[in-house]
Every structure is written in C-alpha cells, then in structure tokens.
C-alpha cells in the first residue's frame, strides 16, 4: 500500500518562495508518475506539472510555467515543488498524486498554501 505525506505549506508573502516535500512510503516508487496538483476554494483541482518514472517533466501549467519547479529523488522516494515569485492567486491545498498503471493511483491528504502580505 502506497502513502503520500505532503509538507512545506504555509503562509508567506507575495514574491515569496516555498518548496513543498511530498514523502512516497511504499515499493516500486520509481515507476511511478509522480504530479503536483491544487485546489483554491470553490475552484476544481488543478494539474501543475507532472513527472515520469524516467523523471522527464511533462508540462507545467500555463499559471505555474517559469515559477514552479518540480524535481523528484528516487533514492529518498521523494519528489519536491520548488515555488518561486508566489502570487495570492496561488493560495490553495497542493496534493501530491502517484500513478502507475500495475500499482495503483493515490492521493495525499494535502497541504495548505497561504499568499498574503
């Protein structure tokens, strides 16, 4: 059984940085696809950016492109999201997600991004 255990959320403020840690327990971590999502309130989640197992980055999405970076550590089993130059407007719980077709799909239980000054 695979669990994912975010950190690294919190309040900061505007043109500030975060790096959130998402924690992968569990066998096979690097053949998963690994991805950052969020969700503001009374909006749908969103895809950020996600990795393969081969650890080459997909896509970011438009709003994150040239300020998130994601990476991923397959010896820790841990992937990262580096966010630069923060924006109130990305203030949302960020949920890590694994996916691999033979070993299942799962969620963490998120972690809270405030951006106020």
């Known amino acids: 059984q695979v669990q994912l255990v975010e950190s690294g959320g919190g309040l900061v403020q505007p043109r500030g940085s975060l790096r959130l840690s998402c924690a992968f327990s569990?066998?096979?971590?690097?053949?998963?696809?690994m991805s950052w999502h969020r969700q503001a309130p009374g909006k749908e989640r969103e895809l950020l950016v996600e990795?393969?197992?081969?650890?080459?980055?997909?896509d970011y999405a438009d709003s994150v492109k040239g300020r998130f970076t994601m990476s991923r550590d397959n010896a820790s089993k841990t992937v990262y999201l580096q966010m630069n130059s923060l924006k109130p407007e990305d203030t949302a719980v960020y949920f890590c997600?694994?996916?691999?077709?033979?070993?299942?799909?799962?969620w963490g239980q998120g972690t809270q991004v405030i951006v106020s000054s």
């Open positions: 569990g066998f096979s971590f690097s053949y998963y696809t």
């Open positions: 997600h694994a996916n691999w077709p033979y070993g299942g799909d799962y």
């Open positions: 990795m393969s197992d081969v650890a080459v980055t997909i």
